[in-house]
C-alpha cells in the first residue's frame, strides 16, 4: 500500500503564497507522476498540476504562471509553490500519484488532503 501524506496548507491573505508537500511511502517501486487536485465546497474536484517522473509539468488554466509544480525523485515527494493566492484557490489540496509497486503491479493514491484558504 502506498501512503500519501500532504503537509503546508493553512491560512494566508490574497496574494501571499504556500507551499504544499506530499511525501508517498510504502513498497514503491517507481511512481510515474503525481500532481494536486483541489476540491471546493459545493465543488467537482479538480486536477490543479501534475509532474512525471521526467519532469514534464502540466497546469490547469487558472494558475499557469502562479504556481509551480515540482518533485524529488529520490525523496518521492511532490510539492506545490502557490504564489499571488487568490480566494478562489481556497480548497482542500489533494496529492495523488500513480506508479509500481515494488510486486509489479501498478497503483493510484490519494492523500488525505490539506485545507488552503485565502482570505483577508
Known amino acids: 500500500q502506498v501512503r500519501l501524506v500532504e503537509s503546508g496548507g493553512g491560512l494566508v491573505q490574497p496574494g501571499g503564497s504556500l507551499r504544499l508537500s506530499c511525501a508517498a511511502s510504502?513498497?514503491?517501486?517507481?511512481?510515474?507522476?503525481m500532481g494536486w487536485s483541489r476540491q471546493a465546497p459545493g465543488k467537482q474536484r479538480e486536477s490543479v498540476a501534475t509532474?512525471?517522473?521526467?519532469?514534464?509539468?502540466t497546469y490547469r488554466d487558472s494558475v499557469k504562471g502562479r504556481f509551480t509544480i515540482s518533485r524529488d525523485n529520490a525523496k518521492n515527494t511532490v510539492y506545490l509553490q502557490m504564489n499571488s493566492l487568490k480566494p478562489e484557490d481556497t480548497a482542500v489540496y489533494y496529492c495523488n500519484a500513480r506508479g509500481t509497486y515494488l510486486s509489479g503491479t501498478a497503483f493510484g493514491s490519494w492523500g488525505r488532503g490539506t485545507q488552503v484558504t485565502v482570505s483577508s
Open positions: 510504502g513498497t514503491i517501486f517507481s511512481i510515474n507522476a
Open positions: 509532474i512525471t517522473s521526467g519532469g514534464t509539468t
